[in-house]
């Protein structure tokens, strides 16, 4: 994921613009441009968007759900109830001894 600083700049180059022609061209200040390229920079989504409007650029978010391993889905669904309870206390148990090595060698 790239820095929201790193795009405005990266956007601003190819577009040709010095911070003072975005600035003129989205109604703010060359401060405010400066400001919005710097690392770590959290502008309001308008104001993102109007930039990179200026420069011939749209905004487009979206939102990505992790990938999903049917195969495990319909492997646990052909299990019974009781099935997947034993397989769960196999789990449960093999967790609670890493994190009692764990705590044993952070001491």
Known sequence: MTAVGDMVRDARRRS????????SASGTTQSAI???EA????PRLE??????????????LSAAL???DER???EQLRLTPAERLARF????????EVLGATRWQTR
């Open 72 to 74: 495990q889905v319909i």
């Open 66 to 68: 992790p990938q999903l």
């Open 16 to 23: 040709g613009y010095t911070q003072a022609q975005l600035a």
């Open 89 to 96: 206390e196999v789990e449960r148990e093999s967790l609670r």
């Open 47 to 60: 104001t993102l968007e109007k930039v990179l409007r200026a420069m011939g650029f749209s905004l487009k």
């Open 34 to 36: 400066a400001r919005l």
């Open 39 to 42: 690392p770590g920079a959290n």
